[in-house]
């Protein structure tokens, strides 16, 4: 695929005026860029292959709005670069990954790519990195004004007061007290307990 014909593709699902840098990211690399059905568990990742010629595989979640589609390739497109420079002797979100991974989003910060109030969150979640961009409560709510998915009736659950009872995953659960980012939550039997990401999305009950 030449570099037009991956643009046509991929300037879909990214922000204005990006596409033509990702393409040259990707292009240059012997990577295979693969945009898969939206996983419960994970947003993107990077693995290390044994195809000849294409050693490097990303998968992104192909339901992410633009800007959250793009930060996570970001995200994995770093791992890519540590992985070159560093094998497997560095630690995967240590601070050579950090390093690299703030490096890679200048140019994005230059273009101004992200809304004001994007970019402000953006910076500060850039300071300090998480494994994963909704380990950032802040970010994830930033992040999901620019949602376009269609309003299904779901709530966070940080919006719930505690002791109100929530249908997720096909279970009915009781909110709990807050640990740090999540919620400690049982059954209505009270046999099992769950920690729940403040921001996952639950119905009431």
Same mark, same amino acid.
């Given at each position: 695929m030449n570099k037009e014909e991956f643009v046509s593709v991929i300037e879909s699902y990214l922000p204005e005026n990006t596409a033509d840098t990702v393409a040259n990211w990707v292009l240059e690399k012997p990577l295979m860029l693969k945009i898969v059905n939206d996983r419960k568990t994970k947003l =993107?990742?990077?693995?290390?292959?044994?195809i000849k010629g294409r050693p490097? @595989? !990303?998968? !992104?979640?192909?339901? +992410?709005?633009? $800007?959250? $589609? +793009? !930060? @996570? +390739?970001v995200h994995e497109f770093a791992h890519l670069d540590v992985y070159e420079k560093y094998r497997r002797r560095v630690r995967p979100h240590g601070e050579e990954w950090k390093d690299i991974y703030r490096g890679l989003m200048i140019e994005y910060f230059e273009l101004d790519v992200f809304p004001k109030k +994007?970019?402000?969150v953006l910076l500060k979640h850039m300071r300090n990195p998480k494994a994963s961009s909704h380990g950032d409560l802040n970010l994830v709510r930033a992040l999901a004004v620019y949602d376009n998915k269609i309003e299904d009736g779901s709530v966070y659950l940080e919006d719930l007061?505690? =002791? #109100?009872?929530f249908f997720i995953n096909g279970k009915v659960l009781i909110k709990? #007290?807050?640990?740090? @980012?999540?919620?400690m939550c049982s059954e209505l039997n009270g046999k099992k307990r769950y920690t729940v990401n403040a921001l996952a999305k639950v119905f009431r009950n």
């Open positions: =993107g990742d990077f693995r290390v292959n044994k490097y @595989t !990303i998968t !992104i979640n192909g339901g +992410l709005n633009k $800007f959250e $589609f +793009l !930060i @996570t +390739l +994007l970019a402000i007061r505690e =002791g #109100d009872s709990g #007290d807050k640990r740090r @980012t999540r919620y």
